[in-house]
């Protein structure tokens, strides 16, 4: 392939380096060890192109909340030291030859969601850096998902062996299940092992509604919370068709310093 696109998760990568610093208040290690760590990723994947993309800074949660009141009302919000100096950490990402792409509504994993789709379904390579699992829905031959911190792959092997079901499944996993980081509840009484159970022998939670092979005791909580089920699919569901306004041309890898 002639072409890899590398996505960097940008606030997933700068809280975890940054909530690991002695002192929350340095922020010029923050800037140095995120730089490191990407010139890291830079030397490990060998990019043609790359970008990292940010979350927009507003208290808006998004069309998700719009469907669940309640989606990430308790996240913890930006320390401030972050949210004032943010300029500064993507002006240091530029000087290593990394451009930013700013969310304005969506959320990032929106943003990451329709450029890496769009760029896998040329068959051209695409690694998503990021530690959060719900980009493993995205799972294709052509694109997957690095967790640097553990230095493992979010593959297919890894979600059958976390989860239990298949990567296109995931999102009616947690349709099931819920999600807890985000305040997302899935169907009362349906854990990860019912999850896993009732996905292995059914395609998706439609076809589990709708079968008569349903075992009793997950048919009668699904048929009493099968619009919830629906609404909590939907928001762990990634948006693959947002407007980007830019073209690869423009996040080719041009190192503007050296990234040694």
Not at 181 to 208: C, H, M, R, Y
Not at 226 to 234: D, N, P, W, Y
Request: with cysteine; aromatic share 6%.
């Amino acid at each position: 392939m002639s072409l890899h696109l590398v996505i960097i998760d940008a606030l997933n990568l700068i809280r975890r380096v940054h909530s690991a610093q002695p002192d929350a208040e340095d922020i010029e290690r923050t800037i140095q060890t995120t730089t490191r760590t990407l010139s890291k990723i830079i030397q490990e994947t060998s990019p043609t192109h790359i970008i990292a993309v940010f979350d927009h800074d507003s208290d808006d949660r998004g069309w998700r909340a719009e469907l669940i009141p309640r989606y990430k009302e308790k996240r913890q919000p930006m320390p401030e030291v972050l949210r004032t100096n943010m300029d500064t950490i993507q002006q240091a990402w530029w000087d290593i030859g990394i451009d930013s792409l700013l969310s304005s509504g969506d959320e990032a994993d929106d943003l990451v969601a329709t450029l890496a789709t769009k760029v896998a379904s040329h068959q051209e390579q695409v690694t998503i850096v990021s530690t959060d699992k719900g980009y493993c829905q995205l799972l294709s031959p052509t694109l997957r998902i690095r967790d640097y911190f553990q230095h493992r792959w979010l593959d297919q092997g890894f979600i059958e062996q976390e989860f239990g079901v298949r990567p296109e499944q995931l999102t009616d996993y947690w349709g099931l299940t819920g999600i807890s980081s985000s305040q997302v509840s899935g169907v009362p009484g349906i854990g990860p092992k019912a999850a896993k159970e009732i996905l292995n022998q059914f395609t998706d939670i439609e076809q589990a509604y709708q079968s008569a092979e349903l075992a009793e005791k997950y048919r009668k909580k699904l048929a009493e919370h099968i619009e919830l089920a629906r609404q909590s699919k939907a928001v762990a569901t990634l948006k693959t068709d947002i407007q980007l306004g830019f073209n690869l041309q423009d996040i080719r890898f041009q190192p503007l310093v050296s990234s040694s």
